[in-house]
């Protein structure tokens, strides 16, 4: 029975590091997006070819 617990617990602490894992990527995703808009904005290409550039490499 111990082991089970055991087996149970890493798996829950597994799940709550993916979930973590995931809503670290969104937030840095949804912060990309942000910027490559005022990198647009402002017409700096260097910054939007920097930032789509992250923002592939997290996707």
């Known amino acids: 029975m111990d082991k089970m617990k055991v087996t149970y ?3 829950l602490g597994l799940a709550a590091e993916m979930v973590w894992d995931e809503a670290l990527r969104k937030h840095r ?4 997006y942000r910027e490559i808009d005022r990198a647009l904005a402002s017409g700096d290409e260097s ?3 920097n930032l789509t ?3 592939r490499l997290l996707n």
């Open 29 to 32: 995703s949804e912060e990309l």
């Open 9 to 11: 617990e890493v798996m």
């Open 47 to 49: 910054a939007f070819r």
């Open 53 to 55: 550039d992250e923002l």
